[in-house]
């Protein structure tokens, strides 16, 4: 016997799909199925996917969706990148919903880019979403993504600490001499990054360029600070500091501690703390000006009311 609001509960918890074997398991018979595809109420999306309202335009529910048209598929690749909000990946609004499946005989439906793995890939929950984790997502972005926008995207994630460094190199290590795509790729991109992606000077260069020709307030340079520590750039009446950050991947993860203890002796003076690396200065110039003008904007609204 049909339960509606057992049937209400599926559709808010898979983004408003769900699978016609579900469809049958919470008491519709097929004819009820048909009727109210027929009526207009409902939307087949594919022969194994119903839509309980209007189609899914969203990334999780067309996510959702895809997974279901694949019986034990996984949200793989892009579709994946853009669940877990990968910085620097190019998504195409409306682009086909990429899932995974061991399923060498599985056909993928209108919509639906199907991978077919001969492994099962590590996966998570996300969102009520089977989808591959951070660094399968990497790994298989690798085999797919032209090399410069692999290289935003894995810069990016790990200036913003996404992910360990441990885990990708251990999924590289994981793959050796079974000939899967992505591979040559991740260890050309692990072995440049075992090294700085530039001198500190250089990386100073390029930053105060584009900041001063964007109209950026000029910083004082290599300034010592009252608590014995010299700066790379100092806004004094804003008491923000900026830090230039050209060391590799592997000596950034191992100083993250030290990094933080000097950040936070510096907030003990009053004093805020931005790091500038080379990931942001070659991929997200533009944005990391913005963001810093921002700050000091509104360091200076801070500054200017309080009375001390």
Known sequence: MLNEAVLRRLAAKQHGVASRTQLLQVGLTPRMVRHRIASGRWVALGRNVVALGPVPTDTLGRAHAGSLAVPGATVSHRTAGH????????????????????????????????????????????????????????????AVLPAGELDRVVDLSFAQRRLPLAALEQMVDDQAGRGIRGTPALRRILSER?????????????????WAASGGLPPRQQVRMPWDVRVDHLWADEMVIGENDSRSWHTRERDFESDRLRDAEAASFGYLTVRITWGQVKYDLEETLVRLAKILRVRAGTASRDPT
């Open 194 to 210: 075992r090294t700085g992606g530039g001198s500190e000077s250089e990386l100073e260069r390029l930053f105060l360029e584009r």
């Open 83 to 142: 669940l877990h909000d990968l910085p620097g990946l190019r998504i195409s609004a409306g682009g086909p919903v990429d899932v995974s499946t061991t399923d060498l005989n599985a056909a993928g439906p209108a919509g639906v880019r199907l991978f077919r793995r001969r492994r099962r890939v590590r996966s998570q929950y996300l969102d009520g979403v089977t989808v591959t984790t951070v660094p399968q997502t990497l790994f298989d972005l690798a």
